[in-house]
């Protein structure tokens, strides 16, 4: 798994570039992703969406195949979220089913935010 976001930066900047490259460990026909973010002991973030349900899907990730290499480039525009100066522990999971049982990614990482955003 392959995920890189540039510029590498919270000031001020409309785009980001975010390029992203995944090896699914099963076909992609329904995803459910699970985003947490932790601050200081308590949680700060916790947003869980829908993404792929097997018809008429907008993310290029739908209809990945098991094994297959994916690999895709977007940007992310609009408002930024301004995160205080910190150390964040954020965990990104992807599901194959509602129930959030049959896990297809998991993303553990820390993230440190050197200086408050202006």
Do not use: H
Not at 53 to 82: P, S
Not at 112 to 118: D, G, P
Request: aromatic residues 14%; charged residues 20%.
């Amino acid at each position: 798994f392959v995920f890189n976001i540039t510029p590498c930066t919270m000031v001020n900047k409309p785009v980001w570039n975010v390029v992203l490259t995944w090896i699914p460990r099963s076909d992609v026909n329904f995803l459910k992703v699970v985003f947490k973010v932790w601050f200081d002991g308590a949680r700060a973030l916790d947003w869980k969406e829908v993404l792929c349900r097997g018809a008429d899907d907008e993310y290029a990730a739908c209809g990945a195949l098991k094994g297959e290499t994916f690999a895709t480039t977007f940007d992310i525009k609009g408002a930024r979220t301004r995160f205080p100066q910190g150390t964040y522990t954020v965990i990104f999971q992807g599901f194959s089913d509602d129930s959030e049982k049959n896990m297809l990614i998991c993303l553990n990482f820390t993230m440190i935010v050197k200086q408050e955003a202006l």
